[in-house]
């Protein structure tokens, strides 16, 4: 666990949003548009709210679980052409998603497209340190905020850790996912908590949709 707090506040201090936070403002479609315009400054928090809050969140879409499997698949081939058009797909429908952006970051940079690769460290930098502002991950009173189970996978493999198992816990009325994950050079092990309140109660909504 230590190491994993020494990483985590690297990861703080790299990935922290670079513009003051925004009260109230744009919603979700206006701050993507201001980020495909090059305007790497806006709140990325207030980024994630929007698109948690838009008719575009879908935490658990299967098409975009398909076009990851192909991002990745793409990216462990050095198919460099093929993860960065997959990458954009993802991203017209969800720019929040980490992956999509740390994937096109390395894949342009190996490209010698410089330009596009900062655009999508800067994006991928702002939103992970976004996650790692809502809390520590130390305990289920101070869990990580996601707003995908995805996020969980993202954040913990951006610090060099892989989740070797995941459990659905409850904690004073949430629902938290308590993660075991190892660093993968030194072997140290870490349990995190985030808080997966907001992806699970949209899947609620969904279920309760479709039987009425």
Request: proline share 3%; glycine share 8%; aromatic share 8%.
């Amino acid at each position: 666990m230590r190491a994993f707090r020494r990483t985590l506040a690297l990861l703080v201090i790299l990935c922290a949003p670079a513009g003051a936070a925004e009260t109230g403002g744009p919603g979700y479609d206006a701050m993507v548009a201001r980020l495909k315009g090059g305007d790497t400054t806006l709140d990325f928090e207030a980024l994630r709210e929007a698109y948690a809050a838009s008719p575009h969140y879908d935490p658990y879409g299967e098409a975009a679980s398909r076009l990851k499997t192909t991002l990745f698949d793409a990216f462990a081939a050095k198919d460099c052409r093929r993860a960065t058009d997959t990458a954009a797909k993802i991203l017209e429908a969800n720019y929040v998603n980490i992956d999509a952006h740390l994937i096109a970051d390395r894949c342009y940079r190996q490209m010698g497209d410089a330009a596009r690769a900062d655009f999508h460290q800067a994006i991928a930098r702002g939103l992970l340190g976004a996650i790692a502002q809502t809390g520590d991950g130390h305990s289920p009173e101070t869990a990580f905020v996601v707003i995908a189970v995805e996020e969980e996978y993202s954040f913990l493999r951006a610090q060099g850790y892989e989740v070797s198992d995941q459990a659905l816990v409850n904690h004073a009325g949430r629902r938290l996912d308590r993660v075991e994950a190892t660093e993968t050079d030194t072997g140290d092990a870490a349990v995190v908590f985030f808080d997966v309140e907001r992806p699970l109660s949209w899947l609620d909504r969904e279920v309760g949709r479709k039987k009425d």
